[in-house]
């Protein structure tokens, strides 16, 4: 059995000179046969249009098992890579 959910709100900065949208997904998953073998996924993507026209993108990657967990970020603005790193335990 596999159940997904998510969001994609967008929000206007309080001035609404700026705009802030989400893109948000998990996953979990499990099996009767291997409950053991469960997993849960995430990936979100935050994306902020700043007042003065630059663009930052946040994206998250997450994926954990019983096992360990692997968790990514990376943030870029303007297109250009700002920083990038992945976790795992």
Do not use: C, Y
């Not at 929000?11 to 046969?33: M, Q």
């Not at 997993?39 to 990657?61: H, N």
């Not at 603005?77 to 920083?83: N, S």
């Amino acid at each position: 059995m596999t159940v997904t959910t998510g969001e994609q709100p967008v929000l206007l900065t309080p001035n609404r000179d700026g705009r802030i949208e989400l893109d948000h997904t998990a996953r979990a998953s499990v099996t009767a046969t291997r409950p053991d073998a469960a997993k849960v996924a995430g990936e979100t993507t935050v994306t902020l249009q700043t007042p003065s026209g630059s663009t930052v993108a946040v994206e998250t990657r997450s994926w954990v098992t019983q096992t360990g967990m692997t968790l990514s970020g990376r943030i870029t603005v303007d297109g250009q890579l700002f920083f990038e790193k992945q976790w795992r335990k």
